[in-house]
Every structure is written in C-alpha cells, then in structure tokens.
C-alpha cells in the first residue's frame, strides 16, 4: 500500500504561479512512474506530466513551456506551474504506479481567477 499526499493548491491570477507537491508514504524510486492528473468540472481526469523512475518526463500538449515535473529521489515530488491560465483550473492529483497497481492522492484544488 502506498499513500500519496497533495499540498500547494489555491487561488493564483491568471499568469501567477504555483508549485504543487506530493509527498508519498515510501520511497518514490521504487515507483515505477509517478504523474500529475487534473480533473476539471464536467471533465474526465487528465494527464498533466509524469516521471518514469529513470526520469524521463513527459507533459500534455496543453501545459508544455509552462509545467515542470520534478522530484527529489526521496519521498518527494513537485509540479511547477507557471503562467497559468483559467482553464488550467482543476483537482490536481498525485499519481504513483508500482508492481502495475496505480495509486492515487484525494486531491488539491487550483483556481486560476481574477
């Protein structure tokens, strides 16, 4: 069992800035890969980025330029977020793959509003 836990989330300006971290319950190089998804209203979730534990990433057409994926070979992960736009509004949520089994975190909302 893996626990993943979400912080960072809020209310940002259109063009602010936000860094979302996911702390997990274990080591996260004996992940597989670990993602950012996003939901937005009416929406189904969506890949945002992800990390393979050879560190490769890879991001969504929507958030390239803007979104970096990043982690500290230890228990943490990151999403910076720059220039963000009102329909990068949505639940963020952490993602980790082990042994083919997808774990998930409960989620934090982003709001990109004036």
């Known amino acids: 069992q893996v626990q993943l836990v979400e912080s960072g989330g809020g209310l940002v300006q259109p063009g602010g800035s936000l860094r979302l971290s996911c702390v997990a319950s274990?080591?996260?190089?004996?992940?597989?890969?670990m993602g950012w998804y996003r939901q937005a209203p009416g929406k189904s979730r969506e890949l945002v980025a992800r990390?393979?534990?050879?560190?490769?990433t890879n991001y969504a057409d929507s958030v390239k330029g803007r979104f970096t994926i990043s982690r500290d070979n230890t228990k943490m992960m990151f999403l910076q977020m720059e220039s963000l736009k009102p329909e990068d509004t949505a639940v963020y949520y952490c993602?980790?793959?082990?042994?083919?089994?997808?774990?998930w975190g409960q989620g934090t909302q982003v709001t990109v509003s004036s």
């Open positions: 990390i393979f534990s050879g560190g490769s």
């Open positions: 274990i080591s996260i190089l004996r992940l597989e890969v």
């Open positions: 993602q980790g793959q082990r042994d083919h089994y997808n774990y």
